[in-house]
């Protein structure tokens, strides 16, 4: 089978406000980033498909019989972005020689890869490739790489094989597919999602599909189209955090304080819809400092609430006060205890280092 040679991207993301608070029913607001992860296929006559990810180091080769004869093991099967197949995923385990203890971020990304490629094309004739992936994005600090992987993963892939339109021109990386093709890549990409983490609320790949910026509540994303371009510092404090500990830590905090944490869990969500009224206004009317003012005081409130929920770290509580000196407002952004910090920029700032968060995909 031949494939078509594509080039795709996709961003990462950053949470504006409810991480934590959106496990146990609030509202979370995610936001799209100006830093993108790669991806390229170009097809092959040697009857290999190899895979390069030079961001982590990972520069694998196998032979398409290989391949088929794994997947003769598994009998026919029509693939499915609804669920994940357990048993190709085992299977791809054992072939790889992956087991709980040494998942790291090479053989995730690795099972990533060949489980959608396997799925998309067990049905016909497995086709020669290379995948060629690069990010921007700092791997483990909470911008949603591994999600922004498995978005160019699905649409390069879905795009190769046919499924999918290629982009409108050759040279661009950003297609502008249909409603009905972005559902497909986020679904396939969800896929990749769940073998790298296990258990992802789909917020991820959502912005990595869409771009923008997306309101997360109760399993439900609504692409937000109103809403003004935002300059952000991000800010890498790269210590080191699990995201399951963090989430059980709130899990724990929230049955020993139900009377205090709730009412936390409550302000934390009028804090998402708050934000998420003033940036209407902002794309509906003249924008003034005082729009910055509240947004400001939403990132101080919400801070004050997350290290309340036992998710804070010295080091973001450093990036709080240095950034405060200069008159500027931070918080963190996605589990917290380490990880990275937001921090606005006004428009008249000058002097700053930012990174512009992409609401127009």
Not at 172 to 181: F, L, V, Y
Request: neutral net charge; contains cysteine; hydrophobic residues 40%.
């Amino acid at each position: 089978m031949q494939v078509r040679d594509c080039l795709v991207s996709a961003p990462g993301k950053a949470i504006l406000h409810g991480e934590h608070a959106v496990v146990h029913g609030k509202v979370a607001l995610a936001v799209s980033l100006n830093l993108r992860t790669y991806l390229q296929i170009k097809a092959r006559s040697n009857g290999k498909v190899c895979i390069n990810l030079p961001n982590i180091d990972t520069f694998l080769c196998w032979d398409l019989s290989e391949l088929k004869q794994l997947l003769a093991c598994l009998g026919d099967k029509k693939e499915e972005a609804q669920r994940l197949d357990a048993e190709l995923v085992k299977r791809l385990r054992e072939f790889l020689g992956v087991t709980d203890g040494n998942l790291d971020s090479s053989n995730t990304a690795t099972l990533a890869f060949l489980y959608i490629y396997l799925s998309l094309f067990r049905s016909g004739e497995l086709p020669s490739l290379t995948v060629t992936a690069w990010s921007e994005l700092p791997t483990g600090a909470g911008l949603g790489s591994s999600a922004a992987y498995s978005v160019c993963l699905a649409a390069a892939l879905l795009c190769a094989g046919g499924t999918i339109t290629s982009p409108l021109k050759e040279w661009e990386h950003t297609a502008r597919w249909c409603q009905e093709d972005l559902e497909l890549i986020n679904s396939w990409a969800f896929q990749g999602e769940l073998i790298i983490h296990g258990n992802p609320s789909g917020v991820d790949n959502a912005v990595g599909t869409w771009g923008g910026m997306l309101r997360f509540l109760a399993g439900k994303i609504i692409p937000l189209s109103r809403v003004p371009l935002l300059r952000i510092l991000l800010t890498n404090t790269k210590v080191p955090r699990s995201t399951k500990v963090l989430v059980a830590r709130v899990k724990d905090r929230i049955n020993k304080f139900p009377s205090i944490m709730i009412p936390v869990l409550d302000s934390v969500d009028a804090i998402s819809c708050t934000c998420e009224k003033v940036l209407t206004d902002m794309t509906c009317e003249p924008i003034t400092g005082e729009h910055y003012n509240v947004l400001e005081e939403l990132i101080d409130i919400n801070q004050h609430h997350l290290n309340v929920m036992s998710v804070g770290h010295p080091a973001l509580d450093t990036l709080c006060r240095v950034t405060l000196a200069k008159g500027l407002h931070s918080k963190l952004t996605g589990a917290g205890g380490g990880g990275c910090g937001i921090t606005l920029l006004r428009p008249v700032s000058r002097g700053h280092c930012s990174h512009i968060i992409a609401i127009k995909q």
